[in-house]
């Protein structure tokens, strides 16, 4: 069995407003996958009708079903995956033509274990448009050496993903990450192609936006994930807040607030201005003036889930030590 050929998986879950989507995207590859493992994770819609269509038109497309979540179906589509090469991608996303093509060029190069491409955001409303500003980098801004790879956007030999483990099935969010530092501690080689691109859809609505900062927040705090950084969150609030205080007898501390305000919103809207070319002067404006809002709401967001995560830790049978014996893992191989 060749090494290079390629296994394309995802898992899905109520996803027939934009399974088609992104199953066309798959079979529009300049190099298309040798097969496709689309793994449902109990959806209730037509999810499973719509992959069956395209099944019964004779495309490579594999349905399988299992998992309760978005780590356990993404293990069940890897373990009735043939091939050796795996390349991962989430529902509610387009690929590029050639995004097979290069998140798989490393691995079939040997040059790499892990490969990590990349995502933009594709809005549709000036909301959108800002909170892809917002929060979500461009290729320039990134590190390659200290990339971590999301799994709406990957490829790996599925003999790491086997040493690895799989991905962490107690963990509801930030599976992905998990993942990803434990192929690191494994001393895995990892590679980022900034041009493997997956196109998505920001969140339409600030409600919308704040349920997934909640909820990416307590998968952090479920896991014990960036701790040093959401003290510093919280820390950082705290001050603002000190600052608002003495503002009201001493102006002085205005000039604080309006320093970190800058640093607030500096990078969000030198991105906004690259990405809003084109758009009307008003629109551009009303971008501009969405982007605090959108960093308020994210951060604080984050500043409710986070504690609500570690919580839940302790709350949920069994939680707290699936997490204990996974990093207790991560540090016995990092000893060796």
Avoid at 170 to 197: N, P, Q, T, Y
Avoid at 266 to 282: C, F, Q
Wanted: proline share 5%; aromatic share 10%.
């Amino acid at each position: 069995m060749s090494k290079r050929m390629v296994s394309l998986v995802c898992t899905v879950r109520d996803e027939a407003d934009n399974i088609a989507a992104l199953i066309d995207s798959m079979l529009q590859q300049t190099q298309p996958a040798d097969e496709i493992v689309i793994n449902d994770c109990g959806s209730r819609d037509s999810t499973c009708a719509i992959v069956q269509g395209y099944i019964a038109r004779g495309y490579p497309i594999r349905l399988v079903c299992g998992g309760h979540n978005i780590p356990s179906g993404r293990n069940n589509a890897i373990r009735h995956a043939h091939f050796e090469l795996i390349a991962c991608t989430d529902a509610g996303l387009i690929l590029d033509p050639c995004w097979l093509e290069r998140i798989v060029a490393p691995l079939v190069r040997d040059e790499a274990d892990v490969v990590g491409g990349f995502f933009r955001p594709d809005p549709r409303s000036i909301f959108e448009l800002a909170l892809g500003a917002t929060n979500y980098r461009d290729v320039t801004e990134i590190d390659p050496t200290t990339f971590i790879p999301f799994g709406k956007s990957c490829a790996f030999r599925r003999s790491a993903w086997q040493q690895a483990g799989g991905y962490p099935e107690w963990a509801s969010h930030c599976e992905d990450v998990l993942f990803a530092l434990m192929l690191r501690r494994l001393g895995k080689r990892f590679a980022f192609v900034g041009d493997a691109l997956v196109a998505f859809r920001p969140r339409p609505t600030a409600a919308a936006f704040r349920r997934q900062y909640v909820l990416y927040a307590r998968g952090d705090g479920v896991a014990g994930l960036w701790r040093r950084r959401h003290m510093i969150r919280y820390a950082a609030y705290g001050v603002g807040g000190m600052l608002l205080v003495l503002g009201m007898h001493r102006p002085i501390a205005w000039l604080g607030l309006a320093a970190g305000g800058w640093a607030y919103v500096r990078a969000p809207w030198r991105r906004l201005w690259r990405r809003a070319r084109g758009y009307p002067v008003r629109d551009q404006v009303a971008a501009a003036a969405l982007v605090p809002a959108i960093r308020l709401v994210g951060d604080l967001a984050k500043m409710i889930g986070y504690p609500i995560g570690i919580l839940r830790r302790h709350a949920l049978a069994g939680l707290a030590a699936d997490v204990a014996r996974y990093w207790q893992r991560m540090a016995e191989q990092r000893e060796k």
